[in-house]
């Protein structure tokens, strides 16, 4: 079946009833139909089956407003039919750069998403980010002159290829993912230490690969199978002797879920997820926080990936409540935070109105920490944070939930 035939069937699913416009993210921004989960599948689903000529003077303008989407699934999680909007938006994306790759007025964020990509993907590349910065746009605006710039690790992760546990039980497979490389070299880590103390032997392959979700945003079907092929044959082997593959970002682990192939994917874990369980039944015993200046209080961001994809943000409550006096704060998660991976550097401005309703809820509390288990949000948020910290009148941690555990793990 081609991408064109797979698009149509899987449109004819949606029934047109709107339910899902209200929690959409750009419709709440844009209001307009073509910024809505209907707008976009009706719109693919043209395309799909070629039902109109897209003009150059309305060309860009679609493609704009597909390219909004920000892939958080909150509309497939309440959607009614049950329609597969992840699974049309990927297909779709890849219809696009198939129709309109060799067009002049192709969008010139697309051309930024594929700098982007290039310096997650390739770790040998993590090290000159910040030199490339000073020369090359929009580089410059994932490390100089911001806050960026201070996670970023120069070199790519001196991580051991095996981890073991004191008394082990059963082992797995950590996937350290790109963006975790380069950004959460400490949360890779802390989450070992935390395994390690499960009684989880763990192994962490040299030789593995982005899960393919940048590619995937992109609409790059080959360089996506090739990632998620090249995955497969490095982990599949490993997954014989262990208990599950587990990644430290939500949104890695999602894409990850996506491949298909089932004996693969059942095995797939998030480190929030796999964790949750595993720490209740170890014993494992938390310091308190302490009590005074606020620092009790923890702000929750609860990922797009964790809450519509993995289902698992109950399960991010119940880990961080092993913490005595700790007091969970959920932020505002009507909607997206507007990280989306690199959707924040294509969109900065769409992207940081949604953080606006996420500041606007720091503002009102008084906390001075914020976890987040997903990567690109963390980074957005920091920056977000720092432009108004002023505004906030305090400074605001924001860590992976890993690492708030690792530190008050009594050993």
Do not use: W
């Not at 490390?143 to 001196?158: C, F, H, N, R, V």
């Not at 609860?302 to 289902?311: H, M, Q, R, T, W």
């Not at 700790?326 to 998660?333: M, P, Q, S, Y």
């Amino acid at each position: 079946m081609t991408i064109q035939q797979t698009i149509s069937q899987l449109t004819n699913q949606c029934v047109l009833c709107g339910l899902c416009i209200p929690h959409c993210p750009t419709y709440q921004i844009f209001r307009t139909e073509n910024e809505s989960p209907r707008g976009r599948i009706t719109l693919y689903k043209a395309l799909a089956e070629a039902r109109f000529e897209v003009s150059d003077e309305s060309r860009e303008g679609l493609l704009t407003s597909l390219d909004h989407c920000l892939s958080c699934r909150a509309c497939e999680k309440m959607c009614p039919s049950q329609v597969q909007y992840g699974l049309i938006n990927t297909l779709g994306r890849a219809l696009v750069a198939e129709q309109f790759a060799q067009k002049k007025s192709l969008l010139k964020s697309f051309d930024k998403q594929r700098l982007v990509e290039k310096v997650l993907v390739t770790p040998a590349l993590h090290s000159l980010v910040k030199f490339s910065a000073k020369f090359i746009a929009p580089l410059e605006s994932l490390t100089t002159g911001s806050t960026y710039s201070d996670e970023i690790a120069l070199q790519p992760s001196k991580l051991r290829d095996f981890y073991p546990a004191n008394a082990p039980q059963a082992q797995v497979v950590l996937f350290k993912g790109c963006s975790s490389d380069l950004f959460g070299q400490q949360t890779l880590l802390d989450a070992i230490v935390l395994l390690n103390a499960c009684q989880f032997d763990v192994i962490v392959p040299t030789k593995q690969h982005c899960c393919g979700g940048i590619s995937a945003r992109q609409g790059d079907q080959q360089a996506m199978a090739q990632l998620t092929e090249q995955n497969r044959q490095q982990f599949k082997p490993l997954l014989k002797t262990s208990q599950a593959l587990i990644s430290i970002t939500n949104s890695c682990t999602a894409q990850l879920k996506d491949y298909a192939d089932v004996d693969f994917t059942h095995q797939v874990n998030d480190i929030i997820t796999f964790l949750a369980p595993a720490i209740k039944s170890s014993g494992l015993q938390f310091a308190p926080l302490p009590i005074g200046s606020g620092s009790q209080q923890v702000g929750v961001h609860v990922s797009c990936s964790l809450k519509n994809v993995l289902k698992g943000d109950d399960l991010l409550f119940d880990l961080l409540a092993q913490i005595p006096n700790i007091e969970l704060i959920k932020i505002d998660d009507q909607f997206c935070c507007g990280a989306a991976g690199s959707y924040m550097i294509q969109y900065p401005d769409v992207a940081n109105r949604l953080l606006d309703d996420k500041i606007t809820a720091v503002i009102a509390q008084s906390y001075e920490l914020i976890v987040s288990s997903n990567i690109a949000c963390s980074l957005h948020f920091k920056q977000g944070l720092k432009t108004h910290e002023e505004k906030i009148g305090r400074h605001v941690e924001v860590i992976h939930p890993i690492q708030l555990l690792a530190r008050q793990l009594i050993t």
